[in-house]
């Protein structure tokens, strides 16, 4: 396996000034794979619809919150990192949890105060793509004071996806992924 710092698609990757010959794309690096919304949400999405919150009867969505009827969601982070790497691959799906956190997260992100909200548990509500997930997964909502979303810890702990969080992921791997989630940049790493 090639070291990442040695690994000359890894430099073009972060590469700003680079140009792709066979495509004219460019890339400065690590980018998230997202989620506009949960899996239930059934309207339009925020990035089609070009709007900050949508709201259709009792449900409502914005960037990290969301409510179907009676059902609650936060968006978060599922990390992997990088082997090699201060890196991760990071995926924002959407957590389904109680109203009772639901409320306390609302409150904690209004007031900038996260002390009484530390974590929460739920469901994942996406499926990762380049993930073998059959159904929706248990995880964990942490807050971690440094990341701009909470983060999510997959479960169960022998899943692939808790396994790469704890264990990391390779460049290749990397590349894999984005490709599943309709990013394949392969092509554009090649040599100039």
Same mark, same amino acid.
């Given at each position: 396996?090639?070291?990442?710092?040695?690994?000359?698609?890894?430099?073009?990757?972060?590469?700003?000034?680079?140009? $792709?010959?066979?495509?004219?794309?460019?890339?400065?690096?690590?980018?998230?794979?997202?989620?506009?919304?949960?899996?239930?949400?059934?309207?339009?999405?925020? #990035?089609?619809?070009?709007?900050?919150?949508?709201?259709?009867?009792?449900?409502?969505?914005? $960037?990290?919150?969301? #409510?179907?009827?009676?059902?609650?969601?936060?968006?978060?982070?599922?990390?992997?990192?990088?082997?090699?790497?201060?890196?991760?691959?990071?995926?924002?799906?959407?957590?389904?949890?109680?109203?009772?956190?639901?409320?306390?997260?609302?409150?904690?992100?209004?007031?900038?105060?996260?002390?009484?909200?530390?974590? $929460?548990?739920?469901?994942?509500?996406?499926?990762?793509?380049?993930?073998?997930?059959?159904?929706?997964?248990?995880?964990?909502?942490?807050?971690? $004071?440094?990341?701009?979303?909470?983060?999510?810890?997959?479960?169960?702990?022998?899943?692939?996806?808790?396994?790469? #969080?704890?264990?990391?992921?390779?460049?290749? #791997?990397? &590349?894999?992924?984005?490709?599943?989630?309709?990013?394949?940049?392969?092509?554009?790493? &090649?040599?100039?």
């Amino acid at each position: 396996m090639i070291d990442i710092q040695n690994d000359l698609r890894w430099k073009r990757f972060n590469d700003p000034d680079r140009i $792709a010959p066979n495509s004219g794309r460019q890339f400065n690096g690590m980018f998230p794979i997202d989620f506009d919304h949960p899996h239930p949400w059934r309207h339009v999405s925020l #990035q089609v619809s070009g709007e900050d919150t949508l709201e259709f009867g009792d449900d409502r969505l914005t $960037a990290d919150l969301c #409510q179907v009827g009676q059902s609650f969601f936060i968006r978060g982070e599922v990390r992997l990192p990088l082997l090699g790497t201060k890196e991760a691959l990071v995926y924002t799906p959407w957590i389904s949890v109680s109203l009772d956190n639901f409320k306390s997260y609302l409150n904690s992100k209004q007031s900038g105060d996260f002390s009484s909200f530390s974590s $929460a548990n739920g469901w994942m509500m996406n499926y990762l793509q380049g993930w073998d997930m059959t159904s929706w997964l248990p995880a964990t909502l942490n807050f971690i $004071a440094e990341a701009s979303r909470p983060v999510i810890d997959v479960h169960p702990h022998h899943h692939p996806i808790s396994m790469a #969080q704890r264990n990391g992921v390779n460049f290749d #791997q990397v &590349l894999d992924l984005y490709a599943a989630a309709g990013h394949d940049i392969r092509p554009h790493l &090649l040599e100039d």
